[in-house]
């Protein structure tokens, strides 16, 4: 495992991150650097990475950049747990999640605590289909969307075994 969290590691020393991603670790912690959105943009294939947690926490990452990061590592099937907390998600892209989470096979563990997130619709319709998402933290997030489209990917998920909600504004 290596922590590097809060060194300012930006999109512009991102040659450290590639080396990294390419080593036989399986724990990263990089959370709470200026990582920006084209650090993910631009970030090599993750087919061969042994990575199996990853935490990028407040690393300025934007909705965009999450899904363009997400396509990536669906090629990397050793990838776990990701814990993208505290990121700014609240734009139109986030809609694409249902893409996205429908076809992941490798995740079973995803944070997305206090990403300014305020709709989920897509996300839950991509866990519909998904059946290997265990964990899903979608707490401190004010959602502002059709709760009928939650109540039917919670009903239709077999696999879904922990889904925290906190402070999300649900009626």
Excluded at 31 to 52: C, I, M, R, T, V
Excluded at 69 to 79: A, D, G, M, S, T
Aim: a neutral charge; hydrophobic letters at 40%; aromatic letters at 8%.
């Amino acid at each position: 495992m290596l922590k590097i969290k809060n060194n300012a590691i930006s999109e512009h020393s991102s040659h450290i991150i590639t080396a990294l991603v390419k080593s036989k670790l399986k724990h990263l912690d990089i959370s709470e650097n200026p990582l920006g959105h084209d650090f993910y943009k631009n970030l090599p294939s993750w087919k061969q990475s042994s990575l199996e947690s990853l935490n990028i926490s407040a690393t300025s990452m934007d909705s965009e950049a999450l899904i363009v990061f997400l396509i990536n590592i669906e090629e990397n099937k050793n990838l776990h747990k990701l814990k993208a907390d505290k990121n700014d998600l609240s734009h139109h892209w986030f809609s694409q999640m249902r893409n996205v989470i429908d076809v992941n096979s490798s995740l079973e563990s995803l944070s997305l605590f206090d990403c300014n997130i305020l709709t989920i619709s897509s996300l839950f319709e991509g866990l519909t289909h998904n059946k290997y998402i265990k964990k899903l933290n979608i707490s401190n997030n004010l959602f502002d969307d059709d709760y009928a489209t939650v109540k039917n990917a919670l009903a239709n998920n077999k696999f879904l075994e922990e889904l925290r909600m906190k402070f999300c504004g649900v009626n």
